[in-house]
């Protein structure tokens, strides 16, 4: 069986990360007895000084060629001039693109031994655990046509929103089987009083909800549902949205934890496909190097890669369950720790990690 895995470190604080996740692996590896084999990739801001294209093709065959992709940030302000040709993003998109994988899985779920790092009192973030489930390969970040002209009032840009129906279904699936196996609610985010795809949206999701009659289904208003996340966030199970709107709802409701550093993510195809998996963090150039970044989010990536691309659930589980471990004995890293608490480092985080998973 291909057991390979890509890894890409990329930017910023993303080889440090990465390097943990690849040694909880190790771990996982050793305990349940299957063997993994690893290949290195560049990809974004790093590939751009290498290579001048932020996914080489060597990278992307690599990527083809295994089971799941572990990527750790791109981007950071060398490459931010919005005006340059080539940028990292570019490369992410790219790789989304190829890898057919339409629904990111973004899990928001507040860890009991942090429910005090939230922004939100204690007794609103009590018991939230949201699953966002964002199309990725459609929408107004792909449509076209897109781009600048100058005009008689000056310099205009544009961009296309646009979705088939094709698209819509397949992610809305992707919600309700997913809210199957968890507390059978979907909410679907849409902007359908003003906005025609958004209409579109809304037609196909009502009646994907009818095939599943196990599984209340509602559809909420995008600048409602930003309130929402604020003042009753509980509420809420699994979320579907488009693109641009999940790409912004999601980040919002990260800061319910307290710290984009704890959030994992997947972003899969087709059954079968390769999958994408990554922190949601970026690559924080400011700590890059440091060795202070919390690994947490890369590392529960990987359980998340274990369970949806090698079918090794009780692998997932163990490494989850070492990461309820390491935070409920009180080990913290810098982004988590409150004012004057001891924190570790990335390396030791990960070590910590591993020793639970080995126990």
């Known amino acids: 069986m291909n057991n390979q895995i890509t890894l890409l470190p990329g930017d910023g604080i993303g080889p440090e990360v990465v390097a943990e996740a690849q040694k909880v692996l190790n771990a996982v590896s050793e305990k349940f007895s299957v063997d993994f084999s690893y290949e290195t990739g560049l990809a974004g801001g790093i590939a751009i000084d290498e290579t001048g294209n932020p996914l080489p093709e060597e990278t992307l065959g690599k990527c083809l060629n295994s089971r799941g992709v572990l990527l750790g940030a791109v981007g950071g302000p060398k490459w931010s001039d919005p005006t340059a040709k080539v940028r990292p993003e570019q490369g992410l998109l790219q790789l989304r693109k190829s890898l057919g994988v339409f629904a ?116 909420i208003l995008v600048d409602a549902m930003a309130m929402y996340l604020i003042n009753r966030p509980g509420d809420f199970d699994v979320v579907v949205t488009g693109n641009m709107f999940g790409d912004i709802l999601s980040d919002e409701a990260s800061m319910i934890t307290g710290s984009l550093g704890m959030l994992p993510s997947a972003s899969l195809g087709e059954e079968g496909s390769v999958g994408l998996f990554e922190p949601i963090h970026g690559s924080a150039p400011d700590i890059a190097g440091q060795g202070i970044a919390n690994p947490l989010a890369t590392i529960l990536s990987t359980a998340m890669m274990l369970r949806s691309s090698f079918g090794l659930n009780d692998a997932a589980v163990a490494v989850e369950t070492a990461v309820d471990q390491v935070l409920a004995d009180g080990y913290r890293s810098a982004d988590i720790a409150k004012a004057g608490e001891d924190s570790v480092g990335t390396q030791q985080m990960g070590d910590l990690v591993v020793e639970r998973i080995l126990l």
């Open 104 to 219: 990111n899985i973004r899990p928001v779920k507040v860890f009991s031994a942090l429910a005090e790092a939230s922004p939100l009192k204690a007794d609103r973030v009590e018991n939230v655990d949201i699953v966002f489930v964002r199309e990725l390969t459609g929408g107004i970040y792909f449509g076209t046509p897109q781009g600048r002209e100058d005009v008689a009032e000056g310099r205009s840009g544009f961009d296309t929103m646009r979705y088939n129906e094709m698209e819509i279904r397949r992610v809305l699936h992707v919600a309700f089987k997913l809210a199957q196996q968890r507390s059978k609610k979907v909410t679907s985010v849409d902007k359908a009083n003003v906005l025609a795809t958004m209409r579109v949206w809304r037609e196909v999701a009502t009646e994907v909800s009818q095939e599943y009659p196990d599984v209340e289904y509602e559809d």
